[in-house]
């Protein structure tokens, strides 16, 4: 059973565009999420973080939505660019445990010039 | 100030044979995280290490697999004896505290096994 979802395997989107990238999760105990962007061959690299005493954090072009009542988080990147072009992985945990991340299986972005 | 370093990029064993997998936090780092990517998959949890400790293994095969993070020296991912079932991208990670505390995990740029 998976944790935290991203339905959407693959985006394409047109440079200059906005890119939103979803993710659900199911565990209400969970109070700190990630964004993870990850290009092939290489490690995933720390985008933008949130916790659930927000609803929104930004970070120059990359923003993350937070809808507690509906488990859902979303990545916008505004505007989108070519190099944005890579797997995106949303991650979970519980602050306060000693439990580890969860990520969900990522989401490939397409960014067309 | 040096990322995580994962070593090596690329490691191919035949069936049965042993691999070694190593992996040094970065500096002040003393949480370290396992996970690996079967292709077309997600990043899987395998198991969590502070020095000398096994904090949470919840993720890692019950046989042939095991992980240590020794008071001196990197972290040690080991798979006995593999099977091509074993083929996949192992990445680390470290973090400065638990995860519990908010704190963001960096990772290595993994370890392909390819067993043949």
């Known amino acids: 059973d998976q944790q935290v979802k991203q339905n959407s395997p693959s985006l394409s989107v047109q440079e200059g565009r906005i890119s939103i990238l979803n993710c659900d999760y199911t565990n209400s105990m969970f109070d700190y999420f990630l964004w993870y962007k990850k290009y092939p061959a290489e490690g995933p690299t720390f985008l933008i973080s949130?916790?659930?005493?927000?609803d929104k954090n930004e970070d120059g072009r990359f923003t993350v939505f937070l809808n507690k009542s509906a488990k859902h988080l979303s990545l916008h990147i505004v505007p989108s660019q070519p190099g944005d072009s890579a797997v995106y992985f949303c991650?979970?945990?519980?602050?306060?445990?000693?439990?580890?991340?969860?990520f969900g299986k990522g989401t490939k972005l397409s960014v067309k010039p | 100030n040096a990322g995580v370093m994962q070593n090596p990029r690329h490691l191919v064993r035949r069936r049965g044979q042993e691999a070694r997998l190593r992996c040094s936090p970065m500096?002040?780092?003393?949480?370290v995280y396992w996970y690996r990517q079967l292709p077309e998959e997600g990043l899987k949890f395998m198991v969590y290490l502070q020095k000398e400790n096994i904090i949470d293994e919840s993720g890692m095969p019950k046989e042939r697999f095991s992980a240590e993070f020794p008071k001196e020296g990197p972290s040690i991912l080991r798979i006995q004896q593999v099977v091509r079932g074993d083929s996949a991208a192992y990445f680390c990670?470290?973090?400065?505290?638990?995860?519990?505390?908010?704190?963001?995990?960096?990772f290595g740029q993994g370890t392909r096994l390819t067993v043949v």
């Open positions: 991650a979970a945990s519980v602050i306060g445990s000693q439990g580890n991340l969860i």
């Open positions: 990670a470290s973090s400065p505290s638990p995860p519990g505390t908010g704190s963001v995990a960096f």
């Open positions: 949130i916790s659930s005493i927000k």
């Open positions: 500096k002040g780092h003393s949480h």
